[in-house]
C-alpha cells in the first residue's frame, strides 16, 4: 500500500542548527534538524537532515550540483500544504522556496512572471492590485506558485495550468531549462514536465480586469471556501483524490460514516469530509491509521479505491 514508510529515522541530534553556506551570491542559509512540523500546514513531521533556503535560480543549480556531487537525496517543498512528513523525518537535503524566492514582475499585456516560491494568495492579490484577472479561484490555497503548478492545483473550475505561459525549471543536475506549457502534460491534479526538478519561475498571461471588481469576485470565492472547509485549521487540504466519473471523495467518506472520524488528534472534519485536520498533537501515524480507515470504509460502502492527493514524505518507495 502507498502509505507504508521507510525505515524511521532519527537525527542524532534533534537541535536545530544553522548555517549558512557559500553561493555565488555569498552565504545560502542552510538548518540542520530542521522540524517538519514548522513548515507543513498540517503541524505534522519529524526533522530534515537539512534544509536550505536559496534566493535565486542560480542557488537552486549551485545546490543541486553540490548535493548531486555528494550523492545526496534532495527534495522540493512549497509551503507544505499537501504533505504528510514521517514521524521519524527524512534523510537528505530539503530545498524550500518559500522564504526567499517569492518575487514577482508585472507588465503590460497580462504578462505576469512569479517565481517558484510566490504564495498564492500574496500572488492573487497582487494581481488584483495591478488590474489583472484570473487567478481569483487560487486565492484561497495555502499553496505557492512552483508547488501549485506541480500538482496543476485549481479551485472552483479553475486550475493554475490553464493561465500559466511558461515555466523554467531547474533538472537534478542543476541545468536550467525554459518550457513553453503546451510542452507540459496537465491532468487532474498532476503535470508532467519534458523534465524533472525544481520549478524556479513561471509565467503568466492574464486578463485585464477592474481591482475593485477582482477583489470583489474573489471575495465572494473564499466566502463559499469557508462555508464548506474547514478554513483556519491545520489541515494539508484534499486528502484523496475525486474519482473519475464518481461522486466527490468528501461525499463518499462522509457515506461511509467518516465525517468526524478520528485516530489520535487527527480526525475528518465535521465540515468537509475530505479534509483531515490536526486537532492537537497528531502525529503521522495517527493521520495514517485514519486515511486508511477511510479507503477500506469507501470501498467496502460504494466498491471505491480512492486514491490519495496529499504526498508522503518518507512512504517506502519516496
Not at 508547488?147 to 495550468?161: C, K, V
Amino acid at each position: 500500500m502507498s502509505g507504508n514508510w521507510e525505515n524511521a529515522y532519527f537525527p542524532g541530534n534533534t537541535r536545530t542548527k544553522a548555517r549558512r553556506m557559500t553561493g555565488s551570491a555569498g552565504k545560502i542559509e542552510e538548518v540542520f534538524g530542521a522540524r517538519m512540523r514548522d513548515f507543513t500546514t498540517i503541524g505534522i513531521g519529524g526533522n530534515a537532515d537539512r534544509m536550505m533556503f536559496p534566493r535565486s535560480a542560480q542557488e537552486v543549480q549551485e545546490i543541486l550540483k553540490a548535493e548531486r556531487e555528494e550523492g545526496r537525496e534532495i527534495r522540493f517543498l512549497g509551503a507544505g500544504s499537501n504533505l504528510l512528513v514521517h514521524d521519524g523525518g527524512v534523510r537528505g537535503t530539503v530545498l524550500c522556496l518559500k522564504k526567499n524566492m517569492g518575487k514577482m514582475l508585472f507588465s503590460s499585456g497580462g504578462s505576469v512572471i512569479a517565481e517558484g516560491g510566490t504564495m498564492l494568495p500574496r500572488f492573487a492579490v497582487l494581481c488584483a492590485l495591478s488590474g489583472f484577472s484570473g487567478v481569483e479561484e487560487l486565492a484561497g490555497i495555502p499553496g505557492t506558485v512552483g508547488g501549485a503548478l506541480t500538482m496543476n492545483a485549481g479551485a472552483f473550475g479553475r486550475t493554475i495550468g490553464e493561465i500559466a505561459e511558461w515555466v523554467e525549471i531547474v533538472d537534478m543536475e542543476g541545468s536550467l531549462h525554459r518550457f513553453e506549457t503546451r510542452n507540459v502534460r496537465f491532468g487532474y491534479r498532476e503535470a508532467e514536465f519534458p523534465v524533472r526538478g525544481l520549478v524556479s519561475r513561471v509565467g503568466f498571461r492574464l486578463a485585464s480586469g477592474v481591482p475593485d471588481q477582482v477583489f470583489e469576485r474573489m471575495k465572494r470565492i473564499n466566502e463559499k471556501r469557508r462555508a464548506a472547509q474547514p478554513w483556519g485549521e491545520r489541515t494539508f487540504g484534499s486528502t484523496f483524490r475525486n474519482p473519475a466519473d464518481r461522486e466527490s471523495a468528501g461525499y463518499l467518506l462522509e457515506l461511509a460514516g467518516m465525517k468526524g472520524a478520528r485516530e489520535g488528534d487527527a480526525a475528518f472534519s465535521e465540515k468537509h469530509a475530505n479534509f483531515l485536520v490536526n486537532l492537537g498533537r497528531a502525529t503521522a501515524s495517527d493521520a495514517l491509521r485514519l486515511i486508511e480507515t477511510g479507503r477500506k470504509r469507501v470501498r467496502s460502502k460504494a466498491g471505491v479505491m480512492l486514491a490519495l492527493e496529499v504526498k508522503l514524505w518518507g512512504a517506502a518507495g519516496d
